[in-house]
């Protein structure tokens, strides 16, 4: 049975969307197809598939049955023509670049990106001759004017890893697209459920699906979606660099994603309540959530962000690291970890989590002060989170 999901809300495309091609004998979940290869009777249906001239399947470092149904569903809660999957978020991340990017070609970019991703800018991309100008994520105008100097790629995240900052996707998207340049933005801190970069004008949209999407910290995987044309350059690059996905992590991140919404409303719910109960503790210096109106781009999110600000945040104690670790070691429902979207709380040092990559100089010049904590709204009953905040901030 086909469906059409043009009509169909958010809850209802995470629960059934791109499964009806991969049921198999009326099971009503996907299989997990752990093949390999995969046998053709007729030579001639077997060179049509290898070809691209027909729908099938070939080798599994390709294509598979499991990842085609991940793929569709993320395609269409983003509102894609196409999608292809990897093993990781940064696999994701760095086939999009690499597959699309030349050496000698310009990519804008911000300097509060998530820690894997900023050291491909730093580090990396430089040695392949790629330039790369890293922007004051707060100023607008600065990211505008060098995109004005011409580039191949703006790469944007938001909200960011993990200070929390907005950039306006639509403004960017149409500085970019004046110059030519393809928009890429990071959409796992938001997830579709509360942005659609597509919509606000970004060509492609990447996930590092381990988080909120499979949001159960059990599986590690990456997607983009977006136009067919660019998805297919860089599914090339994927298919023969070999980042593909494994079935069974496929498998995973669709049984996550049936609950997508429900885990999203509720870890928006849940971070807004502990952002404002925290904005009001003397222990705390500052809170990063683009629901507080105290936030400088709270009313960008509330334009771009409708279905909510997200179940991540992240503040600044009153003190030094110290005060970070007496806190973090006092938590009780908290998982003290390098991950974040997950059904249970999560949180860390941005030295131990997203930045760990990066020098403490570096992470100073980026805004990203030693006492800043990073906390992951898992879905526990938020008066226990509270509660569990409270006495672990206590003298």
């Given at each position: 049975m086909k469906r059409n999901f043009s009509e169909a809300g958010m809850g209802t495309k995470s629960l059934w969307a791109g499964e009806d091609d991969s049921l198999a004998k009326g099971a009503t979940q996907v299989p997990i197809v752990q093949s390999i290869a995969f046998t053709y009777d007729d030579v001639d249906d077997w060179l049509d598939v290898a070809l691209g001239k027909k729908e099938g399947y070939i080798y599994s470092r390709t294509t598979n049955?499991?990842?085609?149904?991940?793929?569709?569903?993320?395609?269409?809660?983003?509102?894609?023509?196409?999608?292809?999957?990897?093993?990781?978020?940064?696999?994701?991340?760095?086939?999009?670049?690499?597959?699309?990017?030349?050496?000698?070609?310009r990519i804008v970019t911000i300097k509060d990106t998530y820690g894997g991703t900023n050291q491909l800018f730093r580090e990396f991309l430089p040695k392949l001759k790629m330039d790369v100008a890293l922007c004051d994520t707060s100023n607008g105008d600065q990211i505008e004017r060098e995109i004005r100097a011409g580039c191949k790629m703006v790469y944007l995240e938001t909200p960011t890893n993990p200070t929390l900052k907005v950039v306006d996707i639509k403004r960017m998207a149409e500085a970019a697209h004046k110059v030519g340049a393809i928009v890429v933005t990071d959409n796992t801190f938001a997830t579709p459920v509360n942005q659609k970069p597509i919509e606000l004008g970004s060509d492609?949209?990447?996930?590092?699906?381990?988080?909120?999407?499979?949001?159960?910290?059990?599986?590690?995987?990456?997607?983009?979606?977006?136009?067919?044309?660019?998805?297919?350059?860089?599914?090339?690059?994927?298919?023969?660099?070999?980042?593909?996905?494994?079935?069974?992590?496929?498998?995973?991140?669709?049984?996550?994603?049936?609950?997508?919404?429900?885990?999203?409303?509720?870890?928006?719910?849940?971070?807004?309540?502990?952002?404002?109960?925290?904005?009001?503790?003397?222990?705390?210096?500052?809170?990063?959530?683009?629901?507080?109106?105290?936030?400088?781009?709270?009313?960008?999110?509330?334009?771009?962000?409708?279905?909510?600000?997200g179940g991540v945040m992240s503040f600044a104690l009153k003190g030094d690291f110290q005060n970070v670790k007496r806190f973090l070691n006092r938590l009780k429902f908290a998982h003290r970890a390098a991950n974040l979207g997950s059904v249970e709380t999560t949180v860390g040092s941005p030295a131990t989590t997203s930045h760990v990559e990066v020098s403490p100089k570096d992470r100073a010049a980026m805004g990203i002060p030693d006492a800043l904590v990073r906390y992951s709204t898992g879905i526990e009953d938020v008066d226990d989170l509270i509660a569990d905040i409270d006495q672990a901030l206590a003298p």
């Open positions: 049955p499991t990842f085609a149904a991940f793929e569709e569903k993320v395609r269409i809660l983003e509102g894609a023509e196409a999608a292809t999957s990897f093993a990781s978020g940064m696999g994701a991340i760095s086939n999009t670049i690499f597959g699309l990017v030349l050496p000698g070609e492609l949209v990447v996930h590092s699906a381990s988080k909120f999407l499979g949001g159960h910290g059990d599986v590690l995987g990456g997607i983009v979606c977006g136009p067919k044309d660019l998805v297919k350059k860089i599914f090339h690059y994927r298919e023969i660099t070999g980042a593909a996905l494994d079935p069974f992590a496929a498998y995973l991140l669709i049984r996550g994603m049936k609950t997508l919404q429900l885990r999203v409303e509720r870890q928006n719910a849940s971070a807004m309540r502990i952002a404002r109960h925290l904005e009001g503790k003397s222990e705390v210096a500052t809170v990063n959530y683009p629901g507080l109106e105290s936030h400088p781009q709270h009313e960008i999110a509330k334009r771009q962000m409708p279905g909510g600000y």
